[in-house]
């Protein structure tokens, strides 16, 4: 059982347009939200996150859009760039189920185009 | 800073054997977490140790196991290797548990490969 869920496989965007890279998750007791991204060869780093409390975190050129009661959250990259092609990968964690565990969805590639 | 590092970087095994992988966290950080990555499955939790405790362990046999040591260098085990064993084995770590405030920061990864 998936509890969170990335639904497009891959997402193909031309440089300087806009990805939006969606996410959807089952588990209410989901509060803290994260977006990491893979290069190949490489371990997933860090890219943005957001809290429950929150619906819109911004940094630079990433945004992150929570809608909570669709259990929905979107990853905004504004311009896209080349460098930006990566896997994906959204994940959650719930404070209150005692246990931290990160739990992630299956990645989407973006390719964005020059 | 020295980042995550993992070792070795590419393993291949038969069906039956026993790997060990390990993973040297960042200086200072104390917790550890291991993933398997997989196409069809994504990032998929393995376990988390923490001051030389596994805190929390995710839906895989007893034939993977881990530690950690006093350093918070940590190893990961799989015995009777199968087929379906093959996969990217990615190492965490965070200065404290890993959850909603603390970032985890990726090792490059273990390919591990089973004949």
């Known amino acids: 059982d998936q509890q969170v869920k990335q639904n497009s496989p891959s997402l193909s965007v031309q440089e300087g347009r806009i990805s939006i890279l969606n996410c959807d998750y089952t588990n209410s007791m989901f509060d803290y939200f994260l977006w990491y991204k893979k290069y190949p060869a490489e371990g997933p780093t860090f890219l943005i996150s957001i809290s429950s409390i929150k619906d819109k975190n911004e940094d630079g050129r990433f945004t992150v859009f929570l809608n909570k009661s669709a259990k929905h959250l979107s990853l905004h990259i504004v311009p896209s760039q080349p460098g930006d092609s990566a896997v994906y990968f959204c994940a959650a964690s719930s404070s209150r189920s005692g246990s931290d565990k990160l739990v992630f969805g299956k990645g989407m590639k973006l390719t964005v185009n020059p | 800073k020295a980042g995550v590092t993992q070792t070795p970087r590419y393993l291949i095994k038969t069906r039956g054997q026993q790997v060990t992988l390990s993973c040297s966290p960042i200086?200072?950080?104390?917790?550890v977490s291991w993933y398997q990555q997989t196409p069809g499955q994504g990032l998929q939790f393995l376990f988390e140790y923490f001051s030389e405790t596994q805190r929390n362990k995710g839906n895989f046999p007893g034939r993977f196991s881990g530690r950690q040591f006093s350093n918070s260098r940590s190893e990961m085990n799989v015995s009777t290797l199968e087929l379906g064993d093959s996969a990217l084995y990615l190492c965490?770590?965070?200065?404290?548990?890993?959850?909603?405030?603390?970032?985890?920061?990726f090792g490059p990864g273990t390919r591990l490969t089973v004949l």
């Open positions: 200086s200072g950080h104390r917790s």
């Open positions: 965490a770590s965070s200065l404290t548990v890993a959850g909603s405030t603390d970032t985890q920061y």
